[in-house]
C-alpha cells in the first residue's frame, strides 16, 4: 500500500479484529522439490523467486500477515551446514522477498525459531550466547523493517526467554514481539507447564502477543491457545494440519482446508485474534482461515481477498441500497406480516419450542410432539435445518406440514451450510410461496460436526449476508438488484450467544444483523443470570425484542456435555453442581426443569418471549418450563 500513514500496526490490528497469518513455508518448499537434507533458510539467497512465489500464493490465498524465510536463521541452527558466517545474508534476503510481495497488502513477521541445540543438555555458561544468536537475527530483522518478530515452535519455555530477552535488545524495542510455545498431547511443555502458567510467564516477560503453534493440529492447539486467554494479551493459534504421515516415501499431513474452515471459525469466535497454519498447511488452508476471518468480521465469506491493510471492509453479497424499494412494490410493515409479525408488533409475550424433523421418512412423531405443545398454549413451532450438520430431513416440509395441520405458525431455520447463493434464493421463494414466512437465519454448523464430515460446505454468504439478502427480497429484489415483480413478506430471527467469549465482538455483529434486517433475536441456552442481566440491559438500546433461550437439563451428563463440548454454551459451577447430585433418569430431569423455571421467572418481565429447546425429544419438559409463569 502506497500510503503507510493509513496503515495500522499488526499488533493493534491484532487487538481489534481477527487475522488472518499465512501458512507453512517448509512444506511448501518441500512439496517444490527442496528435500529436507537442504537449508530450507539457505533458499532466499539460492532460489529467491520460489520463495516469493510461496509468499505470493499465501497473500493470493487471503493471508495478512507473511512469516519470512528465516525460522532457522540463527546461527547455531544454521552451523549444522556450515553457514553459521551467513546469518546477516539470509535474514536480510528473508525479509527483501516478503516485502517485495507483501507491498500494502499485508504485514511482514520476522520469523525466528529455537536454536536448535538439545536445550537441556546446553550448560549454563553456553546460555548467554544463545541469547546472543537471537539477539543478532532480531537486530538483522529489525533493521531491515519487519512489522513484527515471530518466536515460535519454542519447546522449552526457558529457552523462549532467552530467545524473547535477545529479540528485545536485538530490536531495541523497536519491533512488537508474538512468542509462541508447542504443547505436547498432554497439554504441557517440554518442562511441564499449562497454558495457564506459560502465558503468565510471557506476560510478566514483556510479551506483546503470546500464541500457541505447531503441536498436533487444529484441535489440540485450539484447546491450549484459549486457556492463554486469560492473561489479555493478544493471543495467536497457527496449528499444524494434524501429525505427519510418511506415504510412498513422503510426509503427509491429513488435516484438510475444510477442518481448517472449522476451527478457525472456532477459534475467532473464541476470541483468538490471529489464525494460520504451521506444518503441512499449504495455501488452500489459509484460503479456509481467510474465509473464517471473513465470516467473523462481518464481511462476504466468497471474497477471495482481504481488505486493503488500513482499507474499508469488503461488503456483504448484496446490490441495492437498504432503503431502495423495487417499483410498484409496498413493502410490509411488521404488523402485516402473518401471525408472528402481529405478536411482535402489538410486544405480546411469545412461546416458541424447537421440534426438529425425523432422520427417517415419517413426520408422525414431530406433528404429535407440535400438536402437544400447541395445545398446551405454546404459540410458534422452531424447526431446526440439519442442527450440528445431522443428515435428516428438510425442514421445510415439516413447517408446511404443521401450519397446514395444526393451524399454528411454524418458525424456519434457514443456514448457509448447504445452499450457495441460488439454492437459497430458490429455497426461500419456495418457503415464501408455501406460506412459511416466519425464518430463523444462522450461518449453521459446518459438515465436520456431523454424520458425513467430507461433505462440502458452502458459505457463499454468512448470517448477516443472508439477512441482507432476504431484506432485498422483502423489498423486491433478487440478490444481484433485479425486481421480482413482488415482494415477500419474511419475519426474520437471527441468534446470539450471551455468554460469547468475545462479547464485544457478539454484541457488534448483532447491530449488524439488526441493521441487515433481524425482527428479533433468539438468544442460545442461559443459566447465569448475571450473564444474561448483562445481556439484556447492553442490546436494550438496539431497540430488538429478545426470546431468551432455556433448554431444561436432562441429566448431570447431558449437563457436563453441554459444557465442554458445545461452542457457546456455558453452565455455571453451581448449576452443574446441583444437576450432579441429582444424577439423572427422572431426577435428573425434575432438577433441570426447576431450574429453568427459575431463570424464566427471574426475566420473564425483561424479555419479549422464550425459546424452549427439550431435550431428546422431551416435549412435555417445555410445558413443566411454562406451567404458572407465562401459561
Not at 489440540?220 to 504421515?245: C, F, K
Not at 474499508?312 to 448484496?318: V, Y
Not at 415439516?398 to 418458525?411: D, F, N, S, T, V
Amino acid at each position: 500500500m502506497a500510503d503507510d500513514t493509513r496503515r495500522p500496526s499488526l499488533l493493534d490490528a491484532l487487538r481489534d479484529r481477527p487475522v488472518v497469518f499465512d501458512g507453512a513455508m517448509g512444506t511448501a518448499l518441500y512439496e517444490r522439490g527442496v528435500l529436507y537434507t537442504n537449508n530450507f533458510d539457505q533458499q532466499s539467497l539460492l532460489k529467491p523467486e520460489l520463495i516469493r512465489e510461496i509468499h505470493r500464493a499465501h497473500l493470493e490465498a487471503g493471508a495478512e500477515v507473511l512469516a519470512t524465510n528465516s525460522f532457522g536463521g540463527n546461527r547455531y541452527r544454521l552451523s549444522s551446514h556450515n553457514l553459521e558466517g551467513e546469518v546477516e545474508a539470509i535474514n536480510r534476503a528473508a525479509v527483501r522477498l516478503a516485502r517485495e510481495v507483501a507491498g500494502g497488502a499485508a504485514w511482514v513477521a520476522g520469523s525466528m525459531g529455537p536454536s536448535g541445540t538439545i536445550f537441556k543438555t546446553v550448560p549454563e555458561a553456553e546460555k548467554p550466547n544463545l541469547r546472543a544468536a537471537f539477539r543478532e537475527q532480531a537486530a538483522v530483522l529489525a533493521e531491515e523493517g519487519v512489522d513484527a518478530l515471530f518466536l515460535e515452535t519454542f519447546r522449552q519455555p526457558e529457552e523462549l526467554q532467552l530467545a524473547l530477552e535477545g529479540a528485545r535488545a536485538g530490536a531495541r524495542g523497536a519491533v512488537p514481539i508474538v512468542a509462541m510455545l508447542s504443547f505436547d498431547a498432554f497439554g504441557t511443555t517440554a518442562d511441564g507447564k499449562t497454558p495457564e502458567v506459560v502465558a503468565r510467564m510471557l506476560l510478566d516477560l514483556g510479551a506483546d502477543a503470546i500464541g500457541v503453534n505447531c503441536a498436533d493440529g487444529p484441535a489440540g492447539v485450539y484447546e491450549m491457545a484459549t486457556r492463554m486467554l486469560e492473561v489479555g494479551l493478544p493471543v495467536v493459534a497457527v496449528p499444524n494440519a494434524g501429525l505427519p504421515r510418511r506415504v510412498e516415501g513422503r510426509f503427509a499431513y491429513m488435516a484438510t482446508p475444510d477442518y481448517f474452515l472449522v476451527y478457525a471459525r472456532r477459534m475467532y469466535k473464541a476470541g483468538i485474534r490471529g489464525v494460520g497454519g504451521c506444518c503441512g498447511t499449504t495455501a488452500d488452508h489459509v484460503r479456509q482461515i481467510a474465509m473464517a476471518a471473513r465470516m467473523i468480521r462481518g464481511e462476504r465469506p466468497g471474497d477471495s481477498r482481504p481488505p486493503e491493510i488500513g482499507g474499508q471492509a469488503t461488503r456483504d453479497f448484496e446490490e441495492t441500497p437498504a432503503d431502495e424499494i423495487a417499483p410498484g412494490v409496498t413493502v410490509a410493515t411488521l404488523a402485516e406480516k402473518g401471525p408472528l409479525g402481529a405478536a411482535l408488533a402489538e410486544e405480546r409475550f411469545l412461546v416458541s419450542v424447537e421440534v426438529n424433523p425425523p432422520p427417517g421418512l415419517s413426520l408422525d412423531k414431530a406433528l404429535e410432539g407440535a400438536r402437544l405443545l400447541r395445545d398446551g398454549g405454546v404459540d410458534l413451532i422452531n424447526v431446526a435445518d440439519g442442527a450440528r450438520a445431522t443428515a435428516r430431513m428438510g425442514n421445510l416440509a415439516l413447517c408446511h406440514r404443521i401450519q397446514e395441520q395444526l393451524g399454528m405458525p411454524a418458525l424456519m431455520h434457514v443456514t448457509t451450510r448447504d445452499r450457495n447463493v441460488l439454492g437459497l434464493v430458490a429455497h426461500l421463494l419456495a418457503a415464501h410461496e408455501l406460506d412459511v414466512r416466519n425464518l430463523v437465519v444462522i450461518t449453521g454448523d459446518p459438515p465436520k460436526m456431523g454424520d458425513f464430515p467430507d461433505a462440502t460446505a458452502v458459505y457463499d454468504l454468512d448470517s448477516v449476508g443472508l439477512l441482507r439478502l432476504i431484506s432485498g427480497l422483502n423489498r423486491g429484489f433478487d440478490p444481484g438488484g433485479k425486481p421480482l415483480k413482488g415482494a415477500t413478506r419474511f419475519v426474520c430471527a437471527t441468534g446470539a450467544e450471551p455468554a460469547a467469549h468475545d462479547y464485544d465482538r457478539e454484541l457488534r455483529r448483532l447491530e449488524q444483523k439488526r441493521d441487515a434486517g433481524a425482527d428479533l433475536v433468539m438468544t442460545q441456552p442461559v443459566y447465569d443470570p448475571d450473564v444474561l442481566d448483562r445481556f439484556l440491559r447492553d442490546v436494550a438500546p438496539l431497540g430488538i425484542p429478545v426470546l431468551v433461550g432455556i433448554l431444561p437439563l436432562a441429566s448431570y451428563r447431558n449437563a457436563e456435555f453441554l459444557h465442554n463440548e458445545v461452542p457457546g454454551m456455558s453452565i455455571p459451577e453451581d448449576i452443574r453442581d446441583r444437576m450432579r447430585k441429582a444424577g439423572g433418569g427422572p431426577d435428573g430431569r425434575a432438577e433441570g426443569v426447576r431450574i429453568a423455571r427459575e431463570m424464566l421467572s427471574a426475566v420473564k418481565d425483561r424479555v419479549d418471549g422464550v425459546y424452549l429447546m427439550p431435550p431428546f425429544g422431551r416435549y412435555g419438559l417445555a410445558l413443566e418450563v411454562i406451567e404458572g409463569i407465562v401459561r
